[in-house]
Structures are given as structure tokens and as C-alpha cells.
């Protein structure tokens, strides 16, 4: 009997338990299926967080979306044309740091699938033909350079010969120190593209995302006709650790978020990423003297007839 008891305990333990194991072993998991939010913390399953315009459902924090994910979300029937931009010249100032300035484009490109910080693309929105550029602050914290400069101005080149606004999505961490000087050529760059819209009487548009600071904020960020942000966007040129630092003091609560800042007169909205396009189609075709957006499909009513 004991012979018998052991021989089963092995069949058991060697071949059933391995069997089962292998039946109900866990499978390995995804690192991209959660994504943890970084304002409360809350596990974010991947497909609600897409669907939601990767705003937390539980405290309602915007989180970074990347630009083709803002153009499906914000033109008409996620359809757009993407623009093509040039290459500027790489690395003009051979530049090193702890890595070579091209090595660290290319690290940035591998983790982003884009080529550069900012992407322009046209398409409709609430049927009025628009031009949009969106900076992407994966893709070194979405910091303008000559490539970004060179896109805002395409953008407004694009804008001015289709005769259609342009709206801009703004995320930055300032200028590229890589680049040294030539990224701060950038702002009077950009600021003349603006006003080229100016001259041709065509709405621009700003929309700032968390982060907007630096030189972004300084140049074309702070010159739209219509300046709207998104919730609890952080917007500034420096810091508030910068400013505390060097002033001494104590900020204010929720200073140059975007709600301290609407209600001191430097924003005209502070617009849901849910309610970004209508907000956008309705102010876009206002600015373009445009008809109100007809909703639904029904025919527009009948002229009414003419009497002798």
C-alpha cells in the first residue's frame, strides 16, 4: 500500500499539478493595458482611458494626448490631411550634453513614431475647413526648435492660401537648449507667422494644454484671438518653484493653473477636452462670420414663396 500511495503522490505531483498549472497559469500581462493617473493615482484599464480623451473618470485630470489622437478627436469624423513639414538642418550647433543632441532625436522619434515635436493637419470642424498644429510633449517635452518654428509657419502659410483659421494646441517645456540661440529666434519666427493671419483677417486660435511654459508661452501661445485652456493646465514662462525660489514667498493657490488664470483676465475659456470641437466649431465659424452649426441631418426650411 505504501508503494502504491507513493506511486500515486508522484503521478500527482508530476504530471496532474504540472497539467492544472499550466491550464489556469496566469498569462503574462501587458504593461499597457493600466495606466495610472498622475493626479489620484486610480488604475486606468487602456480602452476606458482612450475613450474618455485620456481624462481620468475619476478626478477628471487632462492628461498628455498625443497630436494624431487630438486631430481624430477634433475633426469632423476623425478625418484630417496630415501637412508635410521640411526637415530643418540637424544638429546646426553640434551639441552635447550627457548625450549627442542627434542621439537623443533619435531616442525621441523610437518612443514617439514622429519626427518631430509638432504635427499640422487640415480637415473639417462642424464643417468649416480648418488648419490645426499640435505639439507632442513626449517628443522632448514638445520644446521648440527650428523644426517647431518651421511648422507654426507652414501652419499659417497652409491657413492663409486655403483661407481657413488656425487653431493651435499647445504643450511645452519652452525653448531647446540644444539649439541654443536659434530656438529663441523662434519666437519673433512665430509671432511674425501670427501675423500673417492678422493681415489676411483670419482667426487663430490658441488652445494650451499642461504643460504650456517657456518660450512658447512667451511667443504664440499668448497671441491668440481667442485663447482658451484646458482644466488644471499648468501655463507660465517660469515655474512657480522658480518664482518661489526667488522672490521668497508663498504663491497662491493653484497660481498659473488655467482656472487662476481665466479668472485674472488671461484666457477667454477654460473648455472639457470632451467639449473641445463643439466649443471650437462654434467659436471658429462666429470669427469666420459663419451660420450657427446645424445639427442633425433634416433640410434646411424652404425659401418662402414669392407674392405678386
Known sequence: ??????????????????????????????????????????????????????????????????????????FDAGAFIEVPLTDPPADPLKFRDQKRYPDRIKEARATTGEHEAMLVARGDIGGLHTVAACQNFAFM????????????????????????????????????????????MQMPRTTIAVQMLREARLPFVTVLTNPTTGGVTASYAMLGDVQIAEPGALICFAGPRVIEQTIRETLPEGFQRAEYLLDHGMLDRVVKRKDMRDELAQILRLLMRQPPRIHGDLPAPAEPAATA
Open 1 to 74: 500500500m505504501a508503494g502504491e500511495s507513493g506511486y500515486g503522490m508522484n503521478w500527482l505531483s508530476d504530471y496532474v499539478r504540472p497539467k492544472i498549472n499550466s491550464l489556469f497559469s496566469r498569462r503574462e500581462m501587458p504593461e499597457n493595458l493600466w495606466r495610472k493617473c498622475d493626479n489620484c493615482g486610480q488604475m486606468i484599464f487602456h480602452r476606458e482611458l482612450k475613450d474618455a480623451l485620456h481624462v481620468c473618470p475619476n478626478c477628471d485630470h487632462h492628461m498628455q494626448l498625443s497630436p494624431r489622437d487630438r486631430f481624430v478627436s477634433l
Open 141 to 184: 517635452a514638445g520644446s521648440m526648435g527650428l523644426a517647431v518654428g518651421d511648422a507654426l509657419i507652414t501652419a499659417a502659410e497652409t491657413a492663409t492660401s486655403l483661407n481657413a483659421p488656425l487653431v493651435v494646441f499647445c504643450a511645452a517645456g519652452g525653448a531647446r537648449m540644444q539649439e541654443g540661440i536659434l530656438s529663441l
